[in-house]
């Protein structure tokens, strides 16, 4: 089975739900966000590193980021393949990511790239509401609270995010398809590229993804 997975897709396109069915397969689910957080709060040298980035309110370096990434993947939860998400999100990224992978014997065997309809993104983000007390999410049409406007699990009020508007939505697509189109192209290259649309549903989808992966 191919199991060193890069997902990407713009937002809304349903990337958490694959994720988790992915993981569900055994595939570790790696986020460079969280792995900052947990290095940084370990105080490991790459942590305090990153952090001292971070405080100056720099970026970190590719160079720390694919050091930490390393030992990450390098770790046994990863033997039965990893699942990254959020990252190489440029060139130089994917091209370090592609040798140390290869030097750890854990190299990319595959990238899922989900696509949908613009349209339908607009309507399934803009429905999106967050409870402002403990951040549950829910959907004004695919995922209703029991009482409009409450959430359910703790009973906070629910609201709308501020970029999660038609207009707003359309930059962060535009963005997303400027930044991800030389990325798509590199792994193409490689053979490494799968795209599917994320419209067929989240069932059917993993369905066929799976399929994939034992081919
Ligand atoms: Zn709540």
């Not at 460079?32 to 940084?40: K, V």
């Not at 100056?56 to 039965?80: F, Q, S, W, Y």
């Not at 999100?89 to 014997?105: F, G, H």
Request: with cysteine.
């Amino acid at each position: 089975m191919k199991k060193n997975i890069i997902l990407m897709g713009p937002p809304g396109a349903g990337k958490g739900t694959l994720a988790k069915q992915l993981i569900s397969l055994g595939m570790t689910h790696i986020s460079t966000g969280d792995m900052f957080r947990e290095e940084i709060s370990n105080k490991t040298e790459l942590g305090k590193l990153a952090a001292s980035y971070i405080d100056d309110g720099h970026l970190v370096p590719d160079e720390v980021t694919i050091k930490m990434l390393r030992n990450r993947l390098a770790r046994p939860d990863c033997e039965n393949g990893f699942l990254l998400d959020g990252f190489p999100r440029t060139i130089p990224q994917a091209e370090a990511l592609e040798i140390m992978s290869k030097e750890i014997n854990r190299p990319i065997e595959t990238v899922i790239s989900l696509k949908c309809d613009e349209q339908e993104l607009i309507k399934r983000i803009s429905g999106r509401l967050v409870c402002k007390v403990c951040g549950a999410p829910y959907h004004i049409v695919n995922k209703k609270p029991i009482k409009e406007g409450i959430c359910d699990k703790c009973g906070g009020e629910l609201y709308q995010r501020k970029d999660d508007n038609e207009e707003a939505l359309k930059v962060r697509l535009q963005h997303y398809t400027a930044d991800t189109a030389p990325l798509l192209d590199f792994y193409k290259k490689r053979n490494l590229l799968v795209e599917y649309d994320s419209l067929i549903g989240s069932e059917t989808l993993f369905d066929e993804v799976k399929k994939f992966l034992l081919s």
